[in-house]
Each structure stands twice: as structure tokens, then as C-alpha cells.
């Protein structure tokens, strides 16, 4: 996945994302609150819950 570098807009509101890190060498789901530095976290894929199974 490609990053996407688009600068965020001053704002007092969260905006929260999700990807898929592979460059580890693990699949990994990143979420990220990208208007606080350092608002991530990361866990493997295998431990998601597919959407279905979630609702």
C-alpha cells in the first residue's frame, strides 16, 4: 500500500484511518488518529475480527 502523504487541514476534530502494514514481513492493522503525533496502534491481522463476524 502506497502511503498517501495529503496534508490534513487544522482541525480540532479526530480523523481516524486504517490500513495494512506488510513491511514487516506480518500483516498488520494500523489505526491512527492522524491530527495527534503519535495516536497509533497496531495489531496483527490475525487477531481481527472479520466485519461479519463482528456485526
Same mark, same amino acid.
Given at each position: 500500500?502506497?502511503?498517501?502523504?495529503t496534508a490534513?487541514p &487544522? +482541525?480540532? !476534530?479526530p480523523?481516524v484511518m486504517?490500513?495494512?502494514?506488510t &513491511? +514487516?514481513? !506480518?500483516?498488520r492493522?494500523?489505526?491512527a488518529?492522524?491530527?495527534i503525533?503519535?495516536?497509533w496502534?497496531?495489531a496483527?491481522?490475525?487477531?481481527a475480527?472479520?466485519?461479519p463476524?463482528w456485526?
Amino acid at each position: 500500500m502506497a502511503p498517501d502523504s495529503t496534508a490534513v487541514p &487544522d +482541525s480540532s !476534530e479526530p480523523e481516524v484511518m486504517a490500513a495494512v502494514d506488510t &513491511d +514487516s514481513g !506480518e500483516p498488520r492493522l494500523v489505526i491512527a488518529d492522524i491530527t495527534i503525533d503519535g495516536a497509533w496502534l497496531s495489531a496483527p491481522t490475525g487477531s481481527a475480527v472479520s466485519l461479519p463476524a463482528w456485526r
